[in-house]
């Protein structure tokens, strides 16, 4: 017979490559499973220590604290904003107490002020009193605060005399820097 056949059967190749594949993907699937199993026994065992319930609520007074602390900031800006603007119509506006103060205390003994009218633009006054030379002081002192540059074009509007009660009256008008 023939020395050149061989009874046992040679090992197929492609076989043993489809056992590698299947032996591969079986331990893979295996080590996934693995994984999965612990993960999940790794959230249980953090619910169970970490009580979901106590961080919600550590969250709520959280955001309760913070839109109070919201609520309190919103106010502290709208003050601030109201002090603000305040302050720029303040220090905008004129000066009308110390404009009607100098006024007053530049008129001289013996004179009496009849009328004072003062709207935004201009101040006028009615002042009368029985000696020329007081008029004149008063003058001169409206003069003076013309110069000081608390008031500008300084106008006499009248100067009378009435002879029964013998009193002089002076009208003056001034506009307001």
Sequence with gaps: ??????????????LEKEQRRLRIVRISALAIMVMVAG???LVFIINLT?????????????????????????????????VNNLSNVISKRQKLPDITDALLAII???????????????I?????????????????NVVTLGQQKLIKNIVMQQLSLDVKSNNYAVSIQADIQ
């Excluded at 001289?108 to 201009?122: A, H, I, R, T």
């Excluded at 006054?125 to 003058?139: A, E, P, R, V, Y």
């Design 108 to 122: 001289p003994s013996g004179l009496s002020v009849g009328s004072m009218q003062v709207n935004s633009k201009s």
């Design 1 to 14: 017979m023939d020395g050149s056949i061989n009874l046992v059967s040679p090992k197929n190749e492609q």
């Design 39 to 41: 993960i999940a026994v």
């Design 124 to 140: 006028s006054l009615d002042i009368s009193g029985s000696s020329l030379i007081s008029m004149n002081k008063l003058i001169d």
């Design 50 to 82: 970490l009580p979901l319930n106590a961080i919600k609520h550590n969250e709520d007074v959280t955001l309760s604290n913070t839109s109070v602390l919201h609520k309190k900031l919103a106010e502290y800006y709208l003050v601030e904003d109201r």
